[in-house]
Each structure stands twice: as C-alpha cells, then as structure tokens.
C-alpha cells in the first residue's frame, strides 16, 4: 500500500520541474510542453486525492482539466504557427517590440 | 514474490502467454504468404509455391533473408530515432494481443476497460510511422509519413465512435463481457450477434479499419506507384522486417476486434466430447477472423487506390457524420426499450 | 510489488520531465513528454483509476502530442543555437531561480508530509460506469460546457493557422 503523500511529493516535484521549464526555457514550443508537465502533476494530484477519499469528483475534475489542456494546446500550436510565420524564429524574446 | 512466481496460477499465465504470443507470430508470418498466394491467385499466377510444398516455408526463407541483408543508414539521418522507429511501430502492435480473448479462459488478462486499452495502444502506434518517416532525411518518406498519420488520427475518430452502438447495447468496456453479452440465440437459430442490431456500425467500423492500418484501397501514402514505399523507404532487413510486421499486426488485432464487436467472439455451436468443446470456441474465433483477413488480402487485390483529398473528405464528411448519426439513433433505441 | 511499481514509474516519469528540459531540440522534448504521460497513466492504474489512465493515453499522449510533433516536423527547426547568445542579461536569474523553486519543494513537501498515511478501505471503482453516473447526472452542465469550449478552440486554430485571413 502506497501513503497518499508520496503520490503528493511526487506531483510536487513534476510541478516544480514544469515550472522550472517554464521560466527557463527560451523556446516557445518548449514552454507549452512545460505547461502540459504542470497540468499532468496537478492531474496526479487530483486522482491521488479522489483515491484516498473514496470519491469520484476528483477524477471527473481530471476529464475537464484534459479537455482544457486539450483546447489549450490546439490554440497555442495555431498560435506558434502564426508566429513563426511572421518572424522565422521561435525564441520568445525575439517577440518583445511593446517591451518599454 | 517467490512464492508467487512458483505458484500454479503464474505457469499457467506463462503457458498462455506463450502459446497467445506464439500463435500470434505464427499466424503473422503465415498472412504474409496467405496474401501474397490470394494476390497472386486472383491475378491468376501461382505466386511462392517454390520454398516447402506448397510455399509453406516461404516465411522462414524472408525471415532469414532479412536477418542476413546489409544494415544501411542513410546519410545525416537522425541515428537514434532511425533505429527507434521500428520498435516504436512494433510494440503497441503486439501489445494490444495481452487483452484479445481467444477462448472463454484463453486470454491474458481483461481489465475493466480492455477496448479503451485497444485503442490506445493503436493511437501510440502512430508515432512509429512519424518517426521513421521524419528520421529518414528524405523527402518520400517525410511525404509517407504525414499523410499517413493524418490519414490514422481522421480515421481513428470514425473508428472509435462506431463502437459506441455497440457499447451502449452490451452495457460494458471489457473485451471478455462483450463476448459474453453476445451468448444465445434469437428464435433458435439466429444467433446474437451485434452485427444484426448495428449494421452501419458494422459498415462505417470496417471502412476505417481498413483505413486505418494503411491497407488499399487507402494506402496511398505507402504504395510503390506513388510514394516508393512511404515512411519505409529507407529502412532496409530487420528494421523493415518490423515495420512489416506492425503492419500484418495491426490487421489482425482490428479483425479480432470486429470480431469480437460485431461478430460474436468465440461464440458459436458447441457439440462433441470435452476435449473437443474446450478447443471449439477458439476454432470460431480463428475462423471468424480468417474470414475478415481474406477479405482484406481480396479488397487489395480488387479495388484501385483513392486519392488522398478524397480519402481525407470521405473520413471527416461522410464517415464521422455517419457513425455519430448512428450514436444518436441507438442511443434513442436503447432509451425507449 | 505495487512500491516497486510506483518507484519505477514515478523515476521514469521525474526522468522524463527533466529531460524535457534538458534536451536542446524540441522533438526529443516531446518524445521525453509523451514517455511521462504513459508512465503518468500507469501510476493513474496504481491508484484505480483505470479509465481515465486509457483516457490519458488516448487524448494526451495519442492526440495532443501527435499535434505536437507534427508542428514541430513541419517547421522542421534544426536546435537553435542563437539561443544562447541572446539572453545573456537573464542568464544569473537561473542560479536564483532554482534555488527557490527547491525551497517552494521542500516547503509543499513538509506540509503535505503528514497528510493521509491510513490506508482507506472503501475501494472506489475508477470505471467508466461510476465516471459516467457522476458525469451524466451532477456534472451534465461543465460537460456540455467544455464541448462549447472545444468548438471554440477549433474555430480559434484553423483562423490561426490560416494563411490569408
């Protein structure tokens, strides 16, 4: 039998590896795999939780978190697209002309 | 552990996944043959009758001849996933046996949510085409490989949506109990099969099949008239063997599974001593999916290949509507009985 | 045998995350990603929920990755490396950075550390019918919601990806 905190510890340590990517990382595809580690640690968390307390809302939170990192990863990749269309390159800090 | 690992229900699961696993790469390397002796019938040649009587050991000959080519790699292709590719496309095919009932007791293991597992396990084979297609640093197989992986995913949604019927009348997910649900006869004779309730289901699931394992009259993404050999151009001897393989795999497991959706499983007339009734019903089961691989081999013989754009329309504007159509009507059929 | 479980897929899942951040070229990051969402599921399977892992599977790993990867090989990116040059006002935020984000660890970990260690004994059933009952009759209106939602997305990429508007 597994404790219910070492599936915690363990999503805490795929969040902070997500969060890491996400502030270190230049490329922008490689920040959106960044949010889909976050998304996936917090998807980790939710079931643990739904399998400790013996209730189904945790996993049905799950299927809408899924579908909204679904939606989510279609509009970005149109989006990066786009963008790499206009300017050859994906490091985001190429796309700073409103920065003062 | 030990313990369990010497216990009598652990050899028992080993025997099973020997003979299951056995049987399965058996049969492979006999469709291989099986097709190339009906190609050639229908074309009216006799095709490999040279190795063994009648060609009976023509797979032995190709296994050996692939194992002995020359191992080539093409210039500044990408090593790693050149070499993972094939493993990427052979594994999910061979992984989605583990769950295929073959007998009422001859099967692997059957969770709760074995079709799902099926289907996942498909959809993870598609990355074995993109890879080997974008690892080969060339532009056929870069051509091969996107039109094919888009051709899989247009036509998985078909595939995956016409089952729902089926679904929604046997009240389960797990491959063992939609056997199970389809025990018994209707007046006496007419056995209770899922194909008399949901016929278009039956139509629209066997179309995407075919689409979806890349097979004529929807290969063009593979076929020597257009694209070489498509994501497999450049692979040559026992990487090419496997990708070979995944193909032939992914045929029979989506033949298994029309069986076991629309057909029955190894359901079927049980008569004779008790030997003969414990080995019955995995001789329907056999037949009932030798009848959906002939069918295939005698499609690719007979039917000419269609363009891509209309294959691309024909998925998303005809299959899809089709079988959500087809959710809704036995979803109000189901509702009103 | 279910810790053994559990170590393995939970080292091959914090393997794979790091190397997704440690790769140079974006397709081996999301090759490394689609490795962490299996393994994510198999520890879904651990812990009875053995419908959303196959879903897991299906949506993330099968569907949004496949559209992941096709990006990345139709913008056919070889690894960048002006990346390195440009950025190098930013470059001594890392050695803060890191640090911090170990401390916010340990800070989730101490207080989550005595959380739950009794074992329940109702067993919940992660199949699609308890899933279903819930979603069909409590939780009709976010369902009928995020379909909205997922239409709107659509519309929203093809706009996106078109090339004249």
Known sequence: MIPLNWYLILAAVLFLVGVLGFFLKRNIIALLLSVEIMLNAVNLTFVAFSSQHAQIRGQIFVFFVLVVAAAEAAVGLALVIAMFRNRESLNVDRSNLLKW | MIEYLTSREFLILMAKMIAIFGGVMTALAYTTLLERRVMAFVQMRPGPNRVGPFGLLQPLADGLKFMLKEQVVPTNANVLLYYAAPIVALIPALLSFSVIPFGPDLKITDVSVSLLFVFAITSLGVYGIVLGGWASNSKYPLMGAMRASAQMLSYELSLTLSVVGVLMIAHTLSLGHLVTSQQGTWFGFIPRWNIFLQPVAFLVYVISAVAETNRLPFDLAESEQELVAGWHTEYSGMKFAMFFLAEYANMVTVSCLATILFLGGWNGPMFGPWWLQMALPTVWFVMKISVFIFAYIMVRATVPRIRYDQLMQFGWKVLLPLSVANILITSLAVALS | MIQILFFLFAALAVGAAINVLVQK?????????????????????????????????????????????????????????????????????????????????????????????????????????????????????????????????????????????
Not at chain 3, 29 to 54: G, K
Not at chain 3, 117 to 134: H, V
């Open chain 3, 25 to 165: 070229h974006v397709l081996y990051s999301s090759l490394s990603l689609i490795v962490m969402l299996t393994s994510i599921s198999a520890l879904f399977v651990l812990l009875q929920a053995e419908f959303l892992a196959v879903i897991n599977v299906i949506v993330y790993a099968g569907a949004i990755m496949v559209l992941f990867v096709f990006v990345i090989m139709l913008l056919n990116l070889p690894a960048d490396p002006s990346d390195e040059k440009e950025t190098d006002r930013l470059r001594w935020l890392k050695f803060i950075g890191i640090p911090l984000g170990i401390f916010l660890l340990l800070l989730v970990g101490a207080t989550v550390w005595n959380v739950g260690s009794a074992a329940n004994t109702t067993q919940m059933p992660g199949t699609a019918e308890a899933i279903g009952q819930s979603m069909f009759t409590e939780y009709l209106l976010p369902f009928e919601l995020t379909s909205l939602l997922i239409l709107i997305a659509l519309m929203g990429a093809v706009v996106f990806a078109k090339k004249d508007l």
